[in-house]
């Protein structure tokens, strides 16, 4: 960081942009977890059997599970590399993605139940 005369912090280039950077991707990712928490709290509230203790429960053991992985796999992160991170990580969370989905929908349909020759035409288009 470089001082100006009257000893004003300015940043550098490579500084703002790499803080800017930073910045920007914490918040659009905290605005997509508070946005999306009120929703899921409501959806869920209207799933059978749910009670608002199992609704904040769910909710509750997300929030933790963030609280407690997410500074020890920045770490993790910062000492070994991001990509020896991210490599192991990835295909866990597409893998895991259908069976949170089988879960929450049992009885959802399968992607080859789909048949899109059904799907109508549009008029004036072959």
Do not use: C
Request: charged share 15%; no cysteine.
């Amino acid at each position: 960081m470089a001082l100006m005369a009257g000893s004003k912090p300015v940043f550098l280039k490579d500084e703002l942009t790499v803080v800017l950077g930073a910045s920007g991707v914490y918040a659009l990712r905290m605005l997509g977890l508070y946005m999306a928490l009120p929703v899921m709290s409501t959806w869920a509230a209207g799933l059978p059997g749910a009670t608002p203790f199992l609704v904040g429960l769910a909710l509750g053991a997300y929030g933790l599970t963030q609280a407690i992985f997410q500074v020890p796999a920045g770490l993790l992160g910062d000492v070994r590399g991001r990509r020896q991170l991210v490599k192991p990580a990835t295909p866990a969370h597409f893998s895991g993605i259908p069976l949170g989905a089988r879960w929450l929908w049992p009885t959802s349909l399968k992607f080859s139940d789909l048949n899109w020759s059904k799907h109508p035409k549009k008029k004036g288009k072959n």
